[in-house]
T-cell receptor, first 115, second 112 residues
Framework: AQTVTQSQPEMSVQEAETVTLSCTYD???????LFWYKQPPSRQMILVIR??????QNATENRFSVNFQKAAKSFSLKISDSQLGDAAMYFC????????????FGTGTRLQVFP | NAGVTQTPKFQVLKTGQSMTLQCAQD?????MSWYRQDPGMGLRLIHY???????DQGEVPNGYNVSRSTTEDFPLRLLSAAPSQTSVYFC???????????FGSGTRLTVV
């Protein structure tokens, strides 16, 4: 069975600085997708970024980028120029590429942003 | 375009009562799923559907039933509520392919 591990329960960053959130996963599959979701205090789950395992190029979305290391099964999220609105819980998630809808989540990292 | 709509937003049940959490999406997404979120445990999959008429179990299906008679709706039924089912419930949908999920705003359920 696949598992997703987020080893940092809490992180903090100064406004305008850069922070990296860690995520590792375990799978025997070769084709899969990885996601980062943001959950602010409003409780809404918001997709931040996604990565297809067959793509070597790391995904980027504005100030958000990932460092995808397939051999190491690592999928970290880098937030550049942090803003107060980035404060939230961040969840890493894994999904097989087959005809399934099983999205497996890590336990989350709470990010605090200080002015 | 409303996205994924969950009702109700809050609910208190007594042990042994049954109820249905509603989920509807207007994006013609094939895939729909239900998750529960408990403190310190992230989100866990309860049931999912890969299309109308097709459902399957997730990680924590016991005590819950689902059906998918239309593409738009995917209700979650609690058969006999237990305090262990106190949680926040999320419904999500996605199209086929690699795109990510759209989540509803969640239902906070308390069973006393």
């Amino acid at each position: 069975a696949q598992t997703v591990t987020q080893s940092q329960p809490e992180m903090s960053v100064q406004e305008a600085e850069t922070v990296t959130l860690s995520c590792t996963y375990d799978t025997s599959e070769s084709d899969y997708y990885l996601f980062w979701y943001k959950q602010p205090p409003s409780r809404q789950m918001i997709l931040v970024i996604r990565q297809e395992a067959y793509k070597q190029q790391n995904a980027t979305e504005n100030r958000f980028s990932v460092n995808f290391q397939k051999a190491a099964k690592s999928f970290s999220l880098k937030i550049s120029d942090s803003q107060l609105g980035d404060a939230a819980m961040y969840f890493c998630a894994y999904r097989s590429a087959g005809n399934t809808d099983k999205l497996i989540f890590g336990t989350g990292t709470r990010l605090q942003v200080f002015p | 375009n409303a996205g994924v709509t969950q009702t109700p937003k809050f609910q208190v049940l007594k042990t042994g009562q049954s109820m249905t959490l509603q989920c509807a999406q207007d994006m013609n997404h094939e895939y729909m799923s239900w998750y529960r979120q408990d403190p310190g445990m992230g989100l866990r999959l309860i049931h999912y559907s890969v299309g109308a008429g097709i459902t399957d179990q997730g990680e924590v299906p016991n005590g819950y039933n689902v059906s998918r008679s239309t593409t738009e709706d995917f209700p979650l039924r609690l058969l006999s509520a237990a305090p262990s089912q106190t949680s926040v419930y999320f419904c999500a949908s996605r199209p086929g392919g690699v795109r990510g999920y759209t989540f509803g705003s969640g239902t906070r359920l308390t069973v006393v």
